[in-house]
């Protein structure tokens, strides 16, 4: 409860830091520890799923990059896309609404400590957002959860702009 009774324990991975949870968009299901745990707020059933991952719009898939690529995989049955291409290894953050862009940062990539990039879900072009001068980096994007705008960790601060695609870089 908002007020804190109420308190249950969902999770159970004494050998695990139990840390970085993520509620998928339609509220039956959550990650944790990066994604490696799914957990389904009925029964409480966990499995171990993977890490570094996205929900998709629909709550049925998980979105993640490995050195293959970006790999959509559903969380029912298991089964993997096939990989689209990407460049290098990125660290997926978040995915629009509408399950069109992917949000992630590159970590030492173009001079940067961290840098804030996206591309489209289908695959193609990496896309630089603009980068704040200093030795912080930038890191942690997320998506409003219209679509519209974005936030993330810029220059030792927090940076809200909208997502605008079409803008240049």
């Not at 069109?100 to 030492?108: A, G, N, S, T, V």
Request: aromatic share 12%; proline share 7%.
């Amino acid at each position: 409860n908002a007020d804190g009774t109420g308190l249950e324990q969902f999770t159970n991975t004494p050998h695990k830091d139990e840390r970085a949870p993520r509620t998928s968009p339609n509220g039956e299901f959550f990650t944790y520890n990066q994604g490696d745990y799914l957990v389904d707020v009925r029964t409480r059933e966990t499995k171990q799923i993977g890490a570094d991952y996205v929900w998709t719009p629909d709550s049925n898939s998980t979105v993640q990059c490995s050195g293959e690529g970006i790999v959509y995989k559903d969380i029912h049955t298991g089964q993997r896309s096939a990989p689209i291409p990407v460049k290098q290894n990125v660290w997926l953050a978040d995915m629009t609404s509408d399950g069109k862009w992917l949000i992630f940062e590159i970590r030492d990539y173009l001079g940067s400590k961290y840098t804030i990039d996206f591309m489209s879900s289908k695959g193609g072009e990496i896309r630089k957002m603009p980068n704040y001068p200093g030795d912080f980096g930038e890191c942690h994007p997320a998506f409003s959860p219209d679509g519209e705008w974005m936030c993330w960790n810029a220059g030792g601060g927090i940076a809200i702009r909208k997502f605008d695609p079409s803008s240049p870089d």
